[in-house]
């Protein structure tokens, strides 16, 4: 696009380009169209031939599409809209049919194709498609619709679309169309009559670009509101956004019908072809001061917030280190408890089994002990006394304490060969002897030590009668009875 000197005088040569000389972005709702009225059972690939294949809407009218889903929407309305771009009739007319074909987008993502467009077509302010027959003349009000395929077969493209139909059909979805073109004019509206006088852009009326609001003007000039008009533009990609960069970009027509008439700029009421006066000139520079502090502060306060979140992800990367490490830790120490307490078990078990085998060893041992003691006694009970039955003897010395075994020891040394021999003062001594050796005696239990008179000569007796036995003797005495 060509820069006029009054515009680079102005600034306007960098800043056209970055505010879009040649791009211009049309923003409005999407609807959900019915699929059985638009398709025939075409697949994707038939809708994206040449394209005398799709000749209109209509031809795709009665079939189902289960891997595509239409959307639609109306694209752009003849006029002025928020922007202060002027769509004017005969400019949209030429550019009716561009948008066929182009792709859809996410939100002007060119690597996320969600379909493409199929269709466009004019349509009255009543919704009826508007034809021209030859040589008739272009309305001077009317929308252009245009009608898209969205890839629904796609299993990556699918939650987006669906997400996509959701919000179309609560109103919160909007279509985004580019739109490109190679040169624009002016159009000025008189407030009074609403009349609208389209100016061309040259060397002489180029200063008028400053007050565009899209190249950060105050949108007026004199007594008119300025427009830029788009010259000999085509529809480009279309992109689906949640949120318009600017809401009020979604397209407005005026509430009367909008009359243009072509002008030269020397027919302005009192302006001629002279700049914008002093006064407007300081009120632009204090906003434009304004505004450049804003700015100012907003870097100010993004370097801000972006040296704190580097702080931050330091922080958060220090502290994943240590949770990191400390979840290490634990799990070694898991693995080593585990170990632990598997040696544990097994060394409780061989302990076990130790403790049995101790304790068996311990009352075989105790056993030997006993019988050695026993035979020990034996010996020491045949020096006294001849022992008939040794292995009954050895049973009974086995068991007996060491202060019974010494009685029995006695009473044996003391015992006659022949008990007949015996007079009966002579065993009421020994009964005597008996029971001061028993007053003597140290045994366990010394509740038998405090027995009666009568329990002490009856154990007497039983050791005496326990000694003759181990020696085999009998009581010949009382043999046949008194």
């Not at 585990?338 to 544990?344: A, D, I």
Request: with cysteine; aromatic share 6%.
């Amino acid at each position: 696009m060509r820069i006029y000197q009054a515009e680079k005088d102005a600034g306007l040569d960098s800043q056209m380009n970055e505010a879009g000389s040649s791009t211009a972005f049309v923003t409005a709702p999407v609807q959900i169209g019915d699929i059985k009225k638009y398709f025939d059972g075409m697949s994707v690939a038939d809708l994206v031939k040449a394209t005398d294949t799709v000749q209109s809407v209509e031809e795709l009218l009665g079939k189902e599409q289960p891997d595509l889903a239409l959307v639609v929407a109306i694209l752009v309305s003849t006029g002025w809209n928020l922007n202060d771009d002027i769509f004017t009739p005969e400019e949209v007319w030429k550019a009716r049919s561009s948008p066929l074909h182009k792709p859809i987008n996410d939100n002007h993502d060119i690597g996320r194709i969600l379909g493409h467009m199929v269709q466009s077509r004019v349509l009255d302010k009543s919704g009826n498609e508007i034809e021209l027959a030859e040589n008739e003349a272009i309305p001077s009000e009317f929308d252009l619709e245009v009608a898209g395929v969205l890839y629904k077969a796609f299993p990556e493209l699918t939650e987006r679309i669906d997400e996509i139909i959701a919000k179309a059909q609560k109103g919160e979805m909007f279509v985004s169309m580019e739109a490109w073109f190679p040169d624009f004019g002016y159009g000025l509206m008189d407030s009074a009559t609403g009349e609208i006088k389209l100016i061309e852009r040259t060397e002489d009326t180029a200063f008028l670009t400053k007050h565009l609001m899209i190249y950060g003007g105050s949108g007026k000039y004199q007594d008119y509101k300025v427009g830029r008009v788009l010259r000999d533009f085509i529809f480009g990609a279309q992109g689906f956004v949640d949120i318009p960069a600017n809401p009020e970009s979604v397209i407005k027509v005026a509430a009367n019908k909008q009359v243009y008439v072509t002008a030269e700029l020397s027919e302005l009421l009192k302006g001629g072809v002279e700049d914008v006066d002093e006064k407007q000139i300081k009120e632009l520079q204090v906003d434009l001061e304004s505004k450049t502090q804003k700015v100012v502060e907003l870097q100010k306060l993004v370097e801000d917030v972006q040296a704190k979140t580097k702080e931050y992800d330091g922080q958060i990367a220090t502290l994943t280190e240590k949770v990191e490490e400390l979840t290490a830790n634990v799990t070694e120490a898991s693995e080593k408890m585990v170990v632990v307490e598997t040696e544990k078990t097994e060394l409780q078990k061989q302990f076990d089994e130790v403790t049995k085998r101790a304790e068996k060893s311990e009352s075989d041992l105790e056993g030997i002990r006993k019988v050695e003691m026993a035979r020990e006694r034996l010996v020491k009970l045949s020096e006294v006394k001849k022992v008939d039955d040794e292995k009954v003897a050895l049973a009974e010395l086995c068991e007996m304490t060491e202060e019974t075994f010494a009685l029995v020891l006695k009473y044996a040394g003391e015992v006659k060969t022949s008990i007949g021999d015996k007079t009966v003062d002579e065993k009421e001594k020994e009964v005597e002897q008996a029971e001061a050796v028993l007053n003597d005696a140290k045994v366990e239990d010394t509740a038998e030590l405090k027995a009666t008179e009568d329990t002490v000569k009856a154990k007497a007796e039983q050791y005496v009668a326990m000694a003759n036995a181990l020696c085999g003797c009998e009581d010949k005495e009382n043999e046949g009875g008194e």
